[in-house]
Every structure is written in structure tokens, then in C-alpha cells.
T-cell receptor, first 108, second 114 residues
Framework: QQKVQQSPESLTVSEGAMASLNCTFSDGTSDNFRWYRQHSGKGLEMLVS????GEKEEGRFTAHLNRASLHVSLHIREPQPSDSAVYLCAVSPNRIFFGDGTQLVVKP | EAAVTQSPRNKVAVTGGKVTLSCNQT?????MYWYRQDTGHGLRLIHY???????EKGDIPDGYKASRPSQENFSLILELATPSQTSVYFCASGELGGSAETLYFGSGTRLTVL
């Protein structure tokens, strides 16, 4: 079964500094990758989806995919305190598997 | 915008009691899902449905039942609740299915079983 692992478990950055989150997956046939954000006590909000190697930008959020390395990352440009949340990586072929998440704290 | 509503937001139940968690979506999506979220396990799929009248087992279905009486509503039922089922439960709806599916999540139900 697909294994999805995220790192780091937690990350603290200063407002305006780039935040980088990582996700590795085990199934090389995976073809769909999404990053979700979850504010405390809330549901999940999709930020960006990517289907092919390279990068995909959605506003301040950029996903990078390297399927040969089984790795997808999320970079947040100019993070703000309101970006403080848990970020979840979701990977699929067919069914969606989630990582455990990275807790991001953005300090003013 | 896609809307998924869960009720209740919080629930305290006793061991051995019956618990029903409800989910309503106004997206007209065929697919609906129930996940639980626990520290160290991420989101795990319990049951899902492809449409009214259908329910399928996910990765951790033991101890749970599901009911999809209509396109809009999908319930998760714990017939005999146990403390190990203390968790946060999320409902989601989606369309297209498979790897192309985008899921829309509710705000979650925090269940505590004493």
C-alpha cells in the first residue's frame, strides 16, 4: 500500500521568508499530487495540484514534482502568520493517500 | 463554492453506546468519504460511497458502518463505540473519481468516547 511521508514534522519561519515542505511517496505509478492546508479546528483546503514533473504555481504556493525521486515539495513564498497551519500531502494513483502533515508556524 | 457540512461538531459518547455522525453536501457530487485523523496516522479512509444506496469499505472499516440514503447525505455509524474510536472525523465529497478527483472537506467532528 502507498506510504506517504512528510518532513519536517514542524517548521517555524519568519514572515516573508520562504517555507519549504517535503513529501516522499512509495508508489512510483502515482500520477496525482495535491497539497492541502488545514487550519486548527477546520477542514482541509486544497492549495495546489500537480500531475507531471516540474513545477506548478498557484499564487504564493509552488509545488515541485520529481517522480523519479518519489518526491514532491511545496514552497510558500512570503508566508504570513495566517499561513500558520498543518500542510498535508496527498498522493494517488486511483485512491488518495495522505501524509501525516507538517505543522507550519509563521512568526510576525 | 463547494459546501460540506458535518454534525455534530463535538460529541462525547460512552463506551458501548451508538453514535451517528452526519454529513451533508450541496455539491451534487457522486462520491463521499469518511476519514478519521489521528496524530501519527494522518487521514485514514473508513468508508466511502459512489452514490445514493452504495457504501464501500475503506482501509479501516472495522467497528464502523456507513449509510448513503441520498445524494446529499452520508452517515457514519458506530454501533458499539469504544475509546479507540476517539478521534476527529472528516467527511469529504468529490467528483470524477480516481487520481483526478478533488476532495472538498467538512470542518470535522471531534468524537470522544469515555
Amino acid at each position: 500500500q502507498q506510504k506517504v511521508q512528510q518532513s519536517p514534522e514542524s517548521l517555524t519561519v519568519s514572515e516573508g521568508a520562504m517555507a519549504s515542505l517535503n513529501c516522499t511517496f512509495s508508489d512510483g505509478t502515482s500520477d496525482n499530487f495535491r497539497w492541502y492546508r488545514q487550519h486548527s479546528g477546520k477542514g482541509l483546503e486544497m492549495l495546489v495540484s500537480i500531475f507531471s514533473d516540474g513545477e506548478k504555481e498557484e499564487g504564493r504556493f509552488t509545488a515541485h514534482l520529481n517522480r523519479a525521486s518519489l518526491h514532491v515539495s511545496l514552497h510558500i513564498r512570503e508566508p504570513q502568520p495566517s499561513d500558520s497551519a498543518v500542510y498535508l500531502c496527498a498522493v494517488s494513483p486511483n485512491r488518495i493517500f495522505f501524509g501525516d502533515g507538517t505543522q507550519l508556524v509563521v512568526k510576525p | 463554492e463547494a459546501a460540506v457540512t458535518q454534525s455534530p461538531r463535538n460529541k462525547v459518547a460512552v463506551t458501548g453506546g451508538k453514535v451517528t455522525l452526519s454529513c451533508n453536501q450541496t455539491n451534487n457530487h457522486n462520491n463521499m468519504y469518511w476519514y478519521r485523523q489521528d496524530t501519527g496516522h494522518g487521514l485514514r479512509l473508513i468508508h466511502y460511497s459512489y452514490g445514493a444506496g452504495s457504501t464501500e469499505k475503506g482501509d479501516i472499516p472495522d467497528g464502523y458502518k456507513a449509510s448513503r440514503p441520498s445524494q446529499e447525505n452520508f452517515s457514519l455509524i458506530l454501533e458499539l463505540a469504544t475509546p479507540s474510536q476517539t478521534s476527529v472525523y472528516f467527511c469529504a465529497s468529490g467528483e470524477l473519481g480516481g487520481s483526478a478527483e478533488t476532495l472538498y472537506f467538512g470542518s470535522g467532528t471531534r468524537l470522544t468516547v469515555l
